[in-house]
């Protein structure tokens, strides 16, 4: 399925983008089911909060009726929504005003071994770390050369995912999920205050254990209580 830019079907961009020159803007990575979105209020909310946060004037409204008419001819698969501040000049300074971009794309949906869920999966501990920048944290901002370099650390296929620290240490994500530990009938996920994605996964399980009354704590977690737990 061809990709939409601005509302319509293309591909082309302009050499001047601010997401291609800087990273400058956050995207989203949604699953799509019979042309529905499970989570759709979840990825709508941390993309208002992502653009209040980086000043990006995005029209919400309008954004999410494109991204429905667009998982409607998805059917089953991912979609991929990037906002950027659009084109600027030379220069970190944002362009005032700015005209932010819109792309979305499609993918299929993942499968993952059924042995996965049943077993659980091997994780690989990268020595990439994670830098703190409260400013972005828990956005999924446009940045993600710490996963790049993290993904690229292993090429063992028994491995399905990584494991990131902060530069402390502190175990806080994978490189492209988010990680719960259960201790003592409760469940422990990392402070995502300094950095990490907050993952729209991660609030919906986090409202599903409140609502069955279990213990959650957001806290520090060490590389030794994972290990444990």
């Known amino acids: 399925m061809q990709g939409?830019?601005?509302g319509a079907p293309g591909e082309q961009l302009s050499v001047r983008d601010r997401g291609l020159a800087y990273g400058d803007g956050l995207f989203e990575t949604i699953a799509v089911r019979g042309g529905r979105i499970p989570l759709l209020a979840r990825h709508m909310a941390r993309l208002a909060d992502g653009c209040r946060r980086l000043s990006i004037p995005?029209?919400?409204?309008?954004?999410?009726s494109e991204l429905q008419a667009f998982a409607g001819q998805l059917?089953?698969?991912v979609a991929k929504l990037v906002v950027?501040?659009?084109?600027?000049?030379?220069?970190?300074?944002?362009?005032?005003?700015?005209?932010?971009?819109?792309?979305?794309?499609?993918?299929p949906l993942p499968q993952y071994p059924a042995v996965h869920a049943e077993q659980g999966v091997r994780l690989f501990p990268c020595e990439t770390r994670l830098a703190e920048q409260p400013l972005l944290a828990g956005l999924k901002h446009?940045?993600?050369?710490?996963?790049?370099?993290?993904?690229?650390?292993w090429q063992d296929a028994e491995c399905a995912e990584g494991l990131m620290r902060d530069s402390h240490g502190r175990v806080i994500e994978g490189v492209y999920s988010n990680l719960f530990l259960v201790i003592e009938g409760g469940l422990v996920t990392a402070d995502l205050s300094r950095c990490g994605v907050a993952g729209v996964m991660r609030a919906e399980l986090l409202?599903?254990?409140q609502m069955l009354g279990l213990a959650i704590e957001l806290r520090d977690i060490s590389f030794e209580e994972l290990l444990s737990a």
């Open 4 to 6: 939409w830019v601005n």
């Open 58 to 64: 995005l029209d919400l409204p309008q954004m999410e």
């Open 75 to 77: 059917g089953d698969g």
């Open 84 to 107: 950027t501040r659009g084109e600027g000049q030379r220069g970190y300074a944002p362009p005032q005003p700015c005209q932010p971009l819109r792309i979305l794309q499609a993918a």
């Open 142 to 153: 446009l940045n993600r050369l710490e996963q790049v370099l993290a993904r690229a650390e």
């Open 207 to 209: 409202q599903q254990a």
